[in-house]
C-alpha cells in the first residue's frame, strides 16, 4: 500500500492515506452507499484480494475517481488507514479498496476542499 500511494502520489500522514471517491449529488456512490462528510463508511463483504468488488474502492486522485462514475457529480476526500489499503493492481486509472475509510471533506475536481469545506 505504502509503495502504490507513493507511486501514484497519494498523501500519507502517519498510517493514513488520503483517497477520492466519486459519488452522486446526494453524497451515495453509483451502488447506492451513502457517504456522509464527517462519517466513517464501511461494507459487509470486504475481501482482501487484487481484484475489484469485496470493498470500498477508491483513487488516489480526485479526476482518477470522477473517471470510475460519469454519474458522479461531487467528489470526496477520505482517509483509510494504509495498513487496509488493498491496491487493485493492472487498473487503469488507479484504484484501491478497503474495508472502511473516514469521509474528510467534499474537494473540486483538482481535490481543493469546496469553499464550505474549507470554512467549516
Do not use: M, N
Not at 3 to 12: F, K, P, S
Not at 31 to 51: F, I, M, N, P
Not at 82 to 96: N, Q, W
Amino acid at each position: 500500500p505504502a509503495t502504490w500511494a507513493e507511486h501514484h502520489g497519494a498523501a500519507v500522514e502517519g498510517e493514513t492515506v488520503t483517497v477520492y471517491k466519486a459519488v452522486r449529488g446526494d453524497h451515495r456512490s453509483q451502488r447506492g452507499l451513502l457517504y456522509e462528510v464527517g462519517s466513517e463508511v464501511s461494507c459487509d463483504d470486504w475481501r482482501d484480494t487484487d481484484a475489484c468488488g469485496g470493498g470500498l474502492h477508491f483513487s488516489p486522485s480526485p479526476v482518477q475517481a470522477k473517471s470510475y462514475d460519469p454519474q458522479a457529480t461531487r467528489v470526496l476526500e477520505c482517509a483509510v488507514r494504509l495498513s487496509e489499503l488493498r491496491p487493485i493492481t493492472g487498473s487503469v486509472p488507479a484504484k484501491a479498496k478497503a474495508p472502511r475509510a473516514t469521509v474528510t471533506r467534499e474537494v473540486d475536481i483538482a481535490g481543493r476542499p469546496l469553499a464550505s469545506e474549507a470554512s467549516a
